[in-house]
């Protein structure tokens, strides 16, 4: 409504359109009070890393958009750092676009096994080899097209996200400096994310972005928040960066990769951060942490992936929600000390560390598809971005209509775990 108001605007006369403008500053102002309907608390957004697997969280985003539901903070790691840094530096309407474009630019182009395959067919007649079994040998291979598709991808990259690096594979130990000790150029995705961010927009704090990146250096794990300081396009990217793929981001003079390789799963930044408020938030999780025995050695290295780059989500939610109860607990003591020991200074710092606030953290979890295989995170495969941004839209949409944050939290837990799969208790 706001954009067709601003569009309609656009061709009346100046009144007209300064009352339109007056409207759309007015709505930023009241959009925290309105912009999630049903829901008394901080809106957060959680992104995980993982590739091409990110398609889900822009399905998972589209359905709260559509149900009026627009986050207050973002926060995510190298997908998810990309996906929300779209999502808060553009005004509400433009968001959904801006992230189907990005999708959109980022889709492999290439020809699919049995396209590729159709295309050799007059090779094949004019060697006397019938064309029929080119065909059968794809049918015949495991996981043929996929592997084809990502050699493709590999090799050539996607010219608005990565391009590669000829002379990488030549160079392996030579001393290239940490800017170019990577496999591929990044300049496409930085170009794309210039085009699609409105930086100015998004330091002006209309929403809070958090992006996860890990320390070359010091191997520390580091957030940057627009409510400290001013981001640019090289936060984005230093969380992106994920080596040796990608090369490393300098940031005030020191190295940054992909926060994704410390912790992929930037959950306790939102539970650690400081003032707390009680807060709905929506975490998206693109690697499952259960799953079945694998009975083959690409399966097991493919669940290999899944373990590591669910980073421990569950671990780290059950020690928060240990130390919130631990806040409560303190804050409940404060209620039976009497006045004029509460009120001293050293008793009124201890208390400083209880809290009230309530945490109903909302676990959507990406599904696996039968034909999944290792290299999951790289199918930028048309085929593969929609099913995974509708199984998001439909994930969400369900979570939606529950609406389990209606729900009050034991008061003294303070965290409720509502999962999209139960399987992933």
Not at 119 to 137: K, M
Not at 191 to 199: K, M, R, V, Y
């Amino acid at each position: 409504m706001v954009k067709k108001t601003a569009a309609h605007a656009a061709a009346q006369p100046s009144a007209q359109a300064s009352r339109a403008s007056a409207r759309v500053r007015k709505s930023e102002e009241t959009r925290s009070a309105s912009s999630h309907p049903g829901i008394d608390a901080q809106v957060v957004l959680v992104l995980q890393g993982g590739g091409a697997l990110g398609a889900y969280q822009a399905g998972v985003f589209e359905a709260l958009h559509d149900a009026g539901i627009e986050p207050d903070w973002v926060i995510g790691t190298s997908i998810g750092a990309i996906n929300g840094a779209i999502i808060a530096g553009n005004r509400p309407e433009d968001r959904m676009s801006r992230l189907r474009t990005f999708w959109d630019r980022v889709t492999w182009t290439g020809q699919h096994a049995p396209d590729w395959l159709s295309a050799c067919a007059p090779a094949c007649a004019a060697s006397g080899l019938p064309a029929y079994l080119a065909t059968a040998w794809a049918a015949w291979i495991p996981g043929y097209e996929q592997w084809m598709r990502n050699l493709s991808i590999m090799a050539q990259g996607l010219p608005a996200f990565f391009t590669p690096r000829a002379d990488a594979w030549l160079a392996l130990h030579a001393p290239v400096g940490i800017e170019r000790a990577a496999f591929y150029h990044t300049e496409p995705l930085r170009e794309t994310l210039a085009s699609l961010i409105d930086f100015d927009y998004l330091n002006r704090k209309q929403t809070r972005l958090t992006v996860g990146t890990v320390s070359v250096g010091s191997g520390h794990m580091r957030y940057f928040t627009n409510r400290d300081a001013p981001l640019d396009v090289e936060h984005v990217m230093a969380s992106a960066a994920f080596p040796p793929g990608f090369p490393s981001v300098r940031i005030d003079g020191e190295a940054y990769w992909d926060g994704g390789i410390y912790s992929n799963t930037p959950l306790e930044a939102v539970l650690d951060d400081r003032p707390r408020h009680s807060s709905v938030i929506f975490t998206v999780q693109l690697w499952p942490a259960h799953g079945d025995e694998p009975a083959s050695i690409q399966q097991a290295m493919s669940r290999q992936r899944d373990i590591q780059y669910s980073s421990r989500a569950e671990s780290h939610l059950e020690r928060q929600r240990q130390i919130h109860r631990l806040r409560h607990v303190i804050r409940e003591l404060g209620k039976h000390l009497p006045d004029d020991q509460r009120d001293t200074a050293a008793v009124k710092e201890l208390l400083n560390w209880g809290c009230g606030t309530t945490m109903q953290v909302i676990e959507l979890d990406a599904p696996n598809f039968g034909h999944d295989d290792m290299h999951k995170d790289i199918d930028f495969s048309k085929d593969g971005i929609r099913r995974r941004w509708e199984a998001g839209y439909a994930d969400a949409q369900r979570m939606i209509e529950r609406a389990p944050w209606r729900e009050e939290p034991d008061p003294m837990e303070g965290i409720a775990i509502h999962r999209s799969d139960p399987a992933a208790a």
